[in-house]
């Protein structure tokens, strides 16, 4: 009895152990068949960073719709691309704010064409360089020589034809005066009468200015002797008077078209930004600069002569020669600089930017953009 009890609870035994296995097997196969039918429906999300930018081609160029574009814009496009992160532009009008704004909090970055100083170091961080330029002098073509009009403005100044006005009255004066003291004694050369006369002392008078000698006409009378002597004075003054006037005009208008250097830049019309270093060079050089705000105005001004020179950061003179025309750099690029990113001071923003600019710079990248934009 007991051995047949005993057979009898073997198959449910074995039963029972088969069917713990099967839910085990099927416990188990659950979350795989759950991870490989149910799709993930989660993302990863980027860092923004706000980078606060100033319009300055061509480094950072708005377009009418309000898109950015340029070498700085497009290199931050590559180094986002990069480290990993999305960009929040803060527009904003000079690179005193874009400092502003990142030293307060405002914006995480700024990039244009900044210039990396130690003054500026002091408040903000930089990245490694990103473009390196310098300062340079632009002028107009046109400078380059002297044109005839612009001899003709140079001669013809309001003291000029003061002169001129002088000699025609005194020549008028003088000669009808000759011709009415001596046409009445005895001087066969002052004898015709009216108009013909008064030619024939005006003639007179305009042989004496300029010393070439009148041949038979001279004055007999004490009196008109006098007149004489006093007219031959007049006249050398007049002529030496108006030769110095031309000369000085001539050098000035060759002066003017001889810009080479900032060193020549005294006494003119010069005018940069304000708040850049290229205000700070110039300052501290003696100059007083007229501030200007706008690339295309700063052209525009010079081009047509409403100022003799523009000084600025060297690449974007070079660009707005090779690409404006009318204008020319004058002299060597001056004071090298370097440019770079600012972010706040200590932020790890820093470290980030740094390292991928120098992987776009080892592999190229770099190279090809600035290319692209600057030959």
Same mark, same amino acid.
């Given at each position: 009895?007991?051995?047949?009890?005993?057979?009898?609870?073997?198959?449910?035994?074995?039963?029972?152990?088969?069917?713990?296995?099967?839910?085990?097997?099927?416990?188990?196969?659950?979350?795989?068949?759950?991870?490989?039918?149910?799709?993930?429906?989660?993302?990863?999300?980027?860092?923004?960073?706000?980078?606060?930018?100033?319009?300055?081609?061509?480094?950072?160029?708005?377009?009418?719709?309000?898109?950015?574009?340029?070498?700085?814009?497009?290199?931050? !496009?590559?180094?986002?691309?990069?480290?990993?992160?999305?960009?929040? %532009?803060?527009?904003?009008?000079?690179?005193?704010?874009?400092?502003?704004?990142?030293?307060?909090?405002?914006?995480?970055?700024?990039?244009?064409?900044?210039?990396?100083?130690?003054?500026?170091?002091?408040?903000?961080?930089?990245?490694?360089?990103?473009?390196?330029?310098?300062?340079?002098?632009?002028?107009?073509?046109?400078?380059?020589?002297?044109?005839?009009?612009?001899?003709?403005?140079?001669?013809?100044?309001?003291?000029?034809?003061?002169?001129?006005?002088?000699?025609?009255?005194?020549?008028?004066?003088?000669?009808?005066?000759?011709?009415?003291?001596?046409?009445?004694?005895?001087?066969?050369?002052?004898?015709?009468?009216?108009?013909?006369?008064?030619?024939?002392?005006?003639?007179?008078?305009?042989?004496?200015?300029?010393?070439?000698? %009148?041949?038979?006409?001279?004055?007999? !009378?004490?009196?008109?002797?006098?007149?004489?002597?006093?007219?031959?004075?007049?006249?050398?003054?007049?002529?030496?008077?108006?030769?110095?006037?031309?000369?000085?005009?001539?050098?000035?208008?060759?002066?003017?078209?001889?810009?080479?250097?900032?060193?020549?830049?005294?006494?003119?019309?010069?005018?940069?930004?304000?708040?850049?270093?290229?205000?700070?060079?110039?300052?501290?050089?003696?100059?007083?600069? !007229?501030?200007?705000?706008?690339?295309?105005?700063? %052209?525009?001004?010079?081009?047509?002569?409403?100022?003799?020179?523009?000084?600025?950061?060297?690449?974007?003179?070079?660009?707005?020669?090779?690409?404006?025309?009318?204008?020319?750099?004058?002299?060597?690029?001056?004071?090298?600089?370097?440019?770079?990113?600012?972010?706040?001071?200590?932020?790890?923003?820093?470290?980030?930017?740094?390292?991928?600019?120098?992987?776009?710079?080892?592999?190229?990248?770099?190279?090809?953009?600035?290319?692209? %934009?600057?030959?």
């Amino acid at each position: 009895m007991e051995l047949g009890s005993q057979i009898f609870r073997t198959p449910r035994v074995l039963l029972m152990g088969v069917m713990v296995g099967l839910v085990t097997v099927v416990a188990l196969s659950i979350p795989a068949a759950a991870q490989t039918a149910i799709p993930s429906t989660v993302t990863v999300t980027r860092p923004v960073v706000r980078v606060a930018v100033w319009a300055v081609p061509p480094f950072i160029e708005k377009s009418a719709d309000g898109r950015f574009s340029g070498f700085s814009i497009d290199l931050l !496009r590559d180094i986002a691309d990069d480290a990993g992160f999305e960009v929040d %532009y803060v527009e904003v009008d000079s690179v005193t704010a874009q400092l502003d704004v990142v030293r307060d909090g405002r914006a995480d970055a700024a990039i244009s064409a900044i210039s990396i100083t130690s003054g500026r170091e002091e408040t903000v961080d930089f990245s490694t360089s990103m473009f390196e330029s310098g300062i340079q002098v632009m002028v107009s073509s046109s400078a380059g020589g002297v044109s005839f009009t612009g001899i003709l403005a140079e001669i013809f100044t309001p003291i000029l034809l003061i002169l001129f006005g002088l000699i025609v009255a005194g020549t008028l004066l003088a000669g009808t005066f000759v011709w009415a003291l001596e046409r009445n004694h005895g001087n066969e050369h002052f004898t015709n009468p009216g108009v013909r006369g008064v030619f024939d002392g005006i003639w007179w008078a305009t042989v004496t200015l300029f010393t070439i000698g %009148y041949g038979d006409m001279v004055p007999r !009378r004490v009196l008109t002797r006098i007149v004489t002597m006093v007219w031959i004075f007049f006249g050398v003054l007049m002529v030496a008077a108006i030769t110095a006037q031309v000369t000085t005009s001539l050098t000035v208008e060759q002066l003017q078209s001889r810009i080479t250097s900032v060193s020549e830049l005294a006494g003119r019309e010069v005018i940069t930004y304000p708040g850049t270093t290229s205000w700070d060079y110039l300052r501290s050089n003696g100059l007083d600069p !007229r501030p200007v705000e706008d690339i295309d105005l700063a %052209y525009d001004e010079v081009r047509s002569g409403a100022a003799d020179a523009f000084v600025f950061d060297a690449s974007i003179i070079q660009w707005l020669v090779a690409n404006r025309g009318g204008v020319e750099a004058a002299g060597p690029v001056i004071q090298p600089e370097n440019y770079g990113i600012a972010v706040a001071e200590g932020s790890p923003l820093k470290e980030t930017i740094d390292r991928a600019l120098l992987r776009l710079r080892e592999d190229g990248t770099y190279e090809r953009l600035k290319r692209s %934009y600057f030959g």
